[in-house]
Structures are given as structure tokens and as C-alpha cells.
């Protein structure tokens, strides 16, 4: 399955069995098929049980094969491949020839996944064609709209940089590109280190090819539905979410999904709160009750269901209060609990802020000793950033580099953004389009004695928050050493107890 592409008319029949099984089919008997096939093949946000589509799974795992080609040119299989089936082209850009193995034919069908999540992360631009190649992470089509002359078709990124400082030609950029691509390309940080280009996966937030985010964009690609769109579903996603985080068993999770997909097309009878339907019902229910009550309800519901259908068996009919007493001790068996921990030497905590109204982005950060005493402190000014994960990790380069300038070399560093955390902290190389500003920061953080990354409350960040702030109201960095900047006085005892 991870080599050969599947007959449809085969995953069409080894569907249709995992069908029967799942409505409970015995032999020729007939079943209530309650959904169809699509619908359980959904995510369970999307309202599905999240069964595996087999035509889209078999291209995600043909997709892994063809990512392994792409990133690792000097296998023998690659050569083989480039040698016999793309001599002239990349991976990507390669097609099915009349007289090709069924392997290669096999690995043809997943192109158009790898061509879907794949974009380039910039390094110094030389192997990444301006028209051609997807390298804009942060733009529609992640490459320029519009066309260009047969001429200027082998025009590459490494022209639009200034090689020497590491920064964009802007001016050449605006004159060549309309102004939104030339905001979106001088929007891509660059790294101030010579790395080559290299290409992630836009679909997993780690930048990794995973069979998971493949399989997603092969489905969409199956429906013919662009892929950044495929998670509306079906309505009430709240209500789906819902249900499968509740702390119940597993069994009343599908009975409740099963009745908001079937009482979602039928009138309520008897419902004295004005709902229309069961969706309505259970975001009415959400929106007033917590969520032990609600957990209590669904099981009751669940009970009354049971009990009814024993009565119409021939069974007995139990008392209220049973149920009742039933449907607690049930909840019971599902509690659970969490304790956390951390603490220790020079603490450094980073923030960083966006300004949309100025088109501009904010860092602060605050150096401090075990007893919480400030020793060093900085805001600075930077440039329009695309998200928070972005500006978090610019802060953090630039306030390392901060630190490292004022001499201090044992530090703990504390930032609020539990996604630029797990990227620092984390061993592997990142694959990101920003990866390169993650390993920015690990070679910083390499050049100090000792140095450690950690995650704190948004409470515990204050004076570093409040630095970042401050930065849309200057036009030059500042920079405080053993003084408490007046700015964030009032938040420097509150963040000294967090410590």
C-alpha cells in the first residue's frame, strides 16, 4: 500500500466490508446504514467517525515515498528514478511515461499531494526559481500570480536578496512584483546565516511530512476541494467537538453522535426551549451548563435510551432514581487529574507584540536574578510580522542576542508562546518555512555556558509584555541595565512572586 497504488474498484470493496462491520452486518442480514461511507470517513470535528478513506490513504503513504525522494537526493533509488524517468526535472515536476514501471506509476499518482504541501523555505535562494517554485509561505499560491516572459522564466530568489547583509532588495522587489507579493515576499525573515534552501511540509505546523496532514490533502483532493476549505464540514463543528472530548465512554459518544446526525434533519418533539433540532438542543445545553452537567445528561440520555429499549423487549422498567444514581457512577470511573512543576538562576522572559495599525511589531524582554531583582532590560522595534509564532521567535533571537552582548551566559529563558517553546526546545531540525530562525536561536543559545527554554503563563510575563507594548510608542531601541524600566514598574513585584 506504501508502494503500489490500489485498484479503486479494490478500496471500494474492503470499504464496503468495513461498512457492514461497523453497522453490526452479519452475513446477508440487512442493517440500518444510519450514514453513508463519505460521512464516516470525515474527521470527527467535521461530524464523521474519522474511518480511513483507503483511495486517500493509499496516496498519503505513496506521498511519503515521494517526499523521502525529494529530500534525499543521494539514495540509490532517487538515482535510479532521475536517471530513467526525470533527467532534466525535479520530482515534482516529473510525469508518467508510456512504457513506465508500475511502481513509478504508482508514485506519479501522488505527485499532486507533494505538489499541494509542499513549499520552499529560503535559505540564500539559489535553487528556488521566482515563478516557477512555491516559496511564498504566507500568500494564496505561495508563488507569484502573474506570468511572466519566456526570457525571465530562469529568474532566481537569491537576486532579490542582498547577499552581503542578509536582507531584501526591496526597492527591486516593488518595482518587479505588484504590491501585495512584494509585502508578502519582504514579510519572509531571512536568515542572517549562509543556509542553503531547503523544502518543508505546509501542512503540520512542525514542517514535517506526516501520513496524517497527507492523507487530509489527498482526501480534499479527492473531493476536488481546495484544501485550505475542506474543514467546514458539516454545521454544528462545536457540537462535534464537544461530544468526543467529553469524559464519558466511548459507546455514549456514539450514541449521541449518532442522534445529532439523525435528529438533525427531524423537529424536536415536546422541547420546551424552543430548540429546532438536537444541534440546537446540545449548544443550548453547552452554552448554560458546564461540562459535568452536561457529561451527566448525555449519560442519562443514554440510560433512558437503553431502558426504553428494554421495556419494548420485554423487560422491566427501572426507577428514575436508579438511572440517576447509574449515570454518577458512570462519570465517575472517568475522572482524572493533573499536577504541574519549574524555577532556578538568571531568568529571562521575552515578549513580543503586533501592531497592525502601524504595520510595525514589538519585543521586550526582562533579565532577572533568583530573587527577582532586574538586571538587564530592552525594547525594540521591529518590522510587520505574519503571526504570533513569528514575532516570538524573532523576539527571542533578538533578546539572546541582547543577552549575550550585556554578558550573561547561565540563563533560563521564559516566553509565553507554548508553539516557538516546542520549536526551541525541541532536538530535531525544524522544517519550517521559519526553521531557519529556530536554528538562529539554538546557535545563540549554543554559545552560552548553560542555557534552558521553558514555557510560563501569560500572568508570569507581564514586564515582558508590557516592554513589547511600549515599543509602538518609540522609534529607537532602549535598553536598561540593573534599573527597572519605568514602564513596567507596577508589573515587576507581580512577575517577581511568579519566579
Not at 452486518?25 to 474527521?43: A, F, P
Not at 511572466?148 to 542582498?162: F, G, K
Not at 429499549?309 to 472517568?334: D, I, T, Y
Not at 524582554?365 to 525594540?380: D, S
Request: aromatic share 12%; proline share 3%; net charge neutral.
Amino acid at each position: 500500500m506504501s508502494v503500489f497504488q490500489l485498484p479503486w474498484k479494490l478500496c471500494e470493496e474492503l470499504d464496503g466490508l468495513c461498512a457492514r462491520f461497523w453497522w453490526g452486518q452479519v452475513g446477508n442480514e440487512r442493517k440500518i446504514y444510519w450514514k453513508s461511507w463519505d460521512k464516516l470517513t470525515l474527521s470527527k470535528k467535521d461530524g464523521g467517525m474519522g474511518f480511513r478513506d483507503l483511495r486517500a490513504f493509499n496516496l498519503a503513504m505513496l506521498a511519503k515515498q515521494g517526499w523521502r525522494l525529494l529530500n534525499d537526493t543521494t539514495s540509490l533509488v532517487y538515482q535510479c528514478f532521475k536517471a530513467r524517468y526525470f533527467p532534466r526535472t525535479s520530482v515534482l515536476e516529473a510525469s508518467e511515461s508510456p512504457n513506465c514501471s508500475f511502481v513509478w506509476r504508482s508514485l506519479v499518482a501522488a505527485l499532486p499531494i507533494l505538489r499541494l504541501g509542499h513549499c520552499w523555505r529560503l535559505g540564500d535562494g539559489l535553487s528556488i526559481n521566482v515563478y516557477r517554485d512555491r516559496w511564498i509561505p504566507e500568500y494564496p499560491t505561495n508563488k507569484p500570480f502573474l506570468s511572466v516572459r519566456d526570457d525571465e522564466e530562469e529568474v532566481w530568489v537569491s537576486r532579490l536578496i542582498n547577499q552581503d547583509l542578509h536582507v531584501w532588495r526591496r526597492d527591486f522587489i516593488m518595482a518587479h512584483f505588484n504590491r501585495e507579493e512584494g509585502e508578502a515576499i519582504c514579510n519572509i525573515p531571512l536568515s542572517r546565516r549562509q543556509v542553503s534552501d531547503s523544502i518543508f511540509w505546509k501542512h503540520n505546523k512542525d514542517g514535517i511530512f506526516t501520513v496524517k496532514s497527507a492523507y487530509k490533502v489527498a482526501k480534499a483532493h479527492l473531493r476536488k476541494v481546495d484544501w485550505t476549505e475542506s474543514s467546514s464540514g458539516s454545521g454544528g463543528s462545536r457540537v462535534w467537538a464537544a461530544i468526543w472530548k467529553l469524559w464519558i465512554p466511548n459507546k455514549i459518544k456514539v450514541f449521541g453522535w449518532r442522534d445529532v446526525w439523525h435528529d438533525s434533519v427531524r423537529a424536536l418533539q415536546k422541547c420546551g426551549t424552543g430548540q429546532f433540532d438536537f444541534v440546537a438542543l446540545l449548544e443550548y445545553l453547552l452554552d448554560r451548563l458546564d461540562r459535568t452537567e452536561v457529561e451527566l445528561w448525555l449519560v442519562q440520555a443514554w440510560l433512558i435510551w437503553n431502558q426504553r429499549n428494554r421495556v419494548v423487549h420485554g423487560g422491566k422498567l427501572m426507577e428514575l432514581g436508579c438511572l440517576n444514581r447509574r449515570a454518577s457512577e458512570l462519570l465517575e470511573e472517568f475522572q482524572q487529574s493533573q499536577i504541574p512543576p519549574p524555577q532556578d538562576v538568571y531568568k529571562l522572559n521575552y515578549d513580543a507584540a503586533v501592531f497592525e495599525d502601524s504595520a510595525s511589531s514589538g519585543f521586550g524582554a526582562v533579565i532577572r536574578n533568583y530573587t527577582g531583582e532586574v538586571m538587564a532590560a530592552m525594547t525594540v522595534k521591529g518590522l510587520v510580522v505574519q503571526g504570533s509564532d513569528m514575532a516570538e521567535l524573532l523576539a527571542c533571537r533578538k533578546v539572546l542576542e541582547f543577552a549575550i552582548d550585556a554578558s550573561f551566559t547561565v540563563l533560563v529563558v521564559e516566553g509565553d508562546s507554548v508553539n516557538a517553546t516546542r520549536w526551541i526546545a525541541l532536538g530535531t531540525e525544524n522544517q519550517l518555512a521559519i526553521g531557519h530562525v529556530v536554528g538562529d536561536i539554538r546557535h545563540l543559545a549554543g554559545a552560552l555556558e548553560w542555557t534552558s527554554v521553558s514555557c510560563t503563563k501569560r500572568n508570569g510575563n507581564r514586564v515582558a509584555h508590557e516592554l513589547a507594548r511600549f515599543a509602538q510608542k518609540v522609534n529607537v531601541d532602549l535598553f536598561w541595565m540593573e534599573e527597572v524600566p519605568s514602564v513596567a514598574i507596577e508589573y515587576v513585584n507581580i512577575d517577581a512572586s511568579l519566579i
